[in-house]
């Protein structure tokens, strides 16, 4: 099959990680790149050697023929772009948090069914590696039939460094970090019937919530809490790992600091190393997630060339998104919140 050729939208911060992701693909190149920033367009352009650049995303779409178009800009902006890219029929990839409301997310997964083209969420945090050896050990069938899950993501690393606008969004933690854990929920759990939502804001510098703690009924049976927190000072900074327990009919899986997974089942206990490889071009302690975002544009390349739904298609991520919705309707109400009523 011919190289697919793509362009980036967005090349601030995080889109830095993509370009390096999408150079090391096969079978897909980024030949076009836009940004509205031009100092943007210029850093990533230079840095990648990328000649072709817009700063419009109109004249990105009528300029280039493309196969498909890797949004990595901020919320605001994912509708018009997702919509943009369906109406010139090219498939899109656009980053978490899908949209600024479930509205949106509904309105993008509609536009681009229409035009029948694919869309997948950058959703990458299922496809860290350690959360990868979570999902086998599960399917290994060790631990038996999960009945508690717990997704825990607590730190007190400086976010707001490298993406300050996460400190001025009246949402923060479970929109920007807790919508990573709560699909991790739902990658090892299943999808969600009720969710039970409490929040706190300790950093008083910040706009929104950075603690947040939610119960889970899945519709397994199993119950899982989600809890994550950029106000929790550990001897050892954790940042950027999930921490997952789970617990089954027959054994428990335990997945702690520094990538160590132990599992105990139906053959005993066996602990291993599940961390991440460091990439040539990627940096500690961002390299867990860097390695995900090669695996999460490799699958988009595997699906667009079998013509398979990807995992985190838009589609699927209504129901993680939903979550979201949720966990602030309920850490508002203090009551229960049902996923269904929302989808
Ligand atoms: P950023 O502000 O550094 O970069 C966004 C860029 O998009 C900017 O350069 C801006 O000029 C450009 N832009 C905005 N609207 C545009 C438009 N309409 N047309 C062209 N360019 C436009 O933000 P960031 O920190 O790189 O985050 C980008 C997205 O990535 C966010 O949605 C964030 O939540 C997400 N993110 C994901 C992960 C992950 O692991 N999946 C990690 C960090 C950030
Ligand atoms: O993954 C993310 O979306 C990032 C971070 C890990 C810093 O929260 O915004």
Redesign the pocket.
């Known amino acids: 099959m011919a190289e697919l050729r793509g362009a980036l939208?967005?090349?601030?911060?995080?889109?830095v990680n993509q370009m390096h992701a999408w150079r090391d693909i096969a079978g897909a190149s980024i030949i076009a790149i836009?940004?509205?920033?031009p100092e943007?367009l210029k850093v990533v352009g230079d840095q990648f050697g990328i000649t072709r650049r817009y700063?419009?995303?109109a004249a990105l779409f009528a300029g280039e023929s493309l196969d498909f178009v890797d949004i990595?800009?901020?919320?605001?902006?994912?509708r018009?772009?997702v919509e943009m890219a369906a109406r010139h029929r090219v498939p899109a990839i656009c980053?978490?948090?899908f949209a600024p409301t479930l509205a949106d997310a509904k309105a993008m997964v509609k536009a681009c069914t229409d035009a029948g083209v694919p869309l997948m969420v950058?959703?990458?945090?299922r496809w860290q590696s350690p959360i990868q050896a979570v999902r086998a050990a599960l399917d290994s069938g060790e631990i038996g039939t999960p009945f508690f899950g717990r997704i825990s993501f607590r730190s007190a690393y400086d976010v707001f460094s490298?993406?300050p606008?996460l400190a001025t969004g009246k949402r923060f933690i479970i929109e920007?970090l807790g919508i990573?854990s709560l699909d991790i929920a739902r990658f090892l759990l299943g999808d969600v019937l009720t969710i039970t939502t409490r929040t706190a804001r300790i950093n008083p510098e910040i706009a929104g919530e950075d603690v947040a703690t939610m119960l889970m009924d899945h519709k397994s049976g199993a119950t899982s809490v989600v809890d994550c927190s950029y106000a929790t000072k550990l001897v050892t900074e954790p940042f950027p790992q999930t921490l997952v327990e789970i617990d089954g009919s027959d054994g428990t899986i335990r997945l702690e600091q520094n990538y160590r997974l132990t599992v105990t089942g139906r053959n005993g206990t066996v602990v291993s190393d599940v961390s991440p490889p460091l990439l040539p071009w990627a940096s500690r302690p961002w390299h867990n997630?860097q390695e995900?975002?090669v695996a999460i544009q490799k699958h988009w390349v595997d699906c667009l060339a079998n013509k398979t739904e990807p995992a985190t298609s838009g589609a699927d991520n209504l129901k993680t998104f939903a979550l979201v919705e949720a966990a602030y309707a309920g850490a508002a109400s203090r009551e229960p919140v049902q996923l269904d009523a929302l989808l």
């Open positions: 939208i967005g090349c601030g911060f995080f889109a836009c940004d509205r920033d943007r700063t419009d995303a990595a800009t901020t919320a605001p902006s994912h018009p772009l980053q978490k948090p950058h959703e990458n945090f490298g993406q606008y920007d990573h997630i995900s975002v």
